[in-house]
């Protein structure tokens, strides 16, 4: 149990195009959606955190308005990465938690941004 | 200070050896404390999670909590080949509406 999907798994896209990336829940229901950003060998940055029906809380430093959250859903959450540029090449990586449960990780999304 | 601390290594160990992963913490107020390991490009797995103080088995790994000293371990038995991954420490006050703080991860190489 506890299996989280992420889709796609990589992407390539032109500066300044907009790319959208999915985590879902498979196998339970999700209140709580985390995504993190973590670049090569180093640790998970948490970017926000949303819960269901709600609007995301953003860390300090993660612009909101480029990176769009969305949890519509039990199941869902997006993540849009607008007008993506190319430090915005990274393996972002969504985890869901259920109540009183810890979290569990989806396998990552590749974005590299040309 | 970093809420936690993790020796990033690499480490490098002989297959068939224990492995020793640790992390340190300053927050007394966690009680949750959880084992990830990331194969690279890969998503983290979760591997152990323990609540409060004590020891936790699960096949050849082993988990321990002192919060006392503030201090949490993995052990890895036997280690194989496909241990060889990074294994992240992560804990939390509470696991409803509480975020998790996360060590930087320790690079661990099992060789053949």
């Known amino acids: 149990g506890a299996v989280v999907s992420q889709h796609p798994s990589w992407v390539i896209c032109k500066s300044g195009t907009s790319v959208k990336i999915e985590c879902r829940s498979l196998d339970f229901q999700a209140t709580t959606m985390f995504w993190y950003r973590q670049f090569p060998k180093q640790s998970l940055m948490l970017m926000a955190t949303s819960n269901e029906g709600s609007k995301a809380t953003y860390e300090q430093g993660v612009e909101k308005d480029k990176f769009l959250i969305n949890h519509a859903s039990l199941t869902l959450s997006t993540l849009t990465v607008t007008s993506a540029h190319p430090e915005d090449s990274s393996f972002y990586i969504c985890s869901a938690r259920s109540d009183r449960e810890t979290q569990y990780f989806g396998p990552g999304t590749r974005l590299l941004v040309l | 200070q970093k809420e936690v601390e993790q020796d990033p290594g690499p480490l490098s160990v002989p297959e068939g050896a224990i492995v020793s992963l640790n992390c340190t913490y300053s927050?007394?107020?966690?009680?949750?404390f959880m084992w990830y390991r990331q194969y690279s490009r890969k998503g983290p797995e979760l591997l152990m999670y323990t609540y409060s103080s004590g020891n936790k088995e699960d096949g050849r790994f082993t988990a321990q909590v002192d919060k006392s000293s503030k201090y949490i371990s993995l052990f890895i038995r036997d280690s194989q080949p496909s241990d060889s991954a990074t294994y992240l420490c992560?804990?939390?006050?509470?696991?409803?509406?509480?975020?998790?703080?996360f060590g930087t991860g320790t690079s661990l190489t099992v060789i053949p």
């Open positions: 992560a804990m939390s006050s509470g696991l409803t509406g509480n975020q998790f703080y």
């Open positions: 927050n007394s107020a966690f009680q949750y």
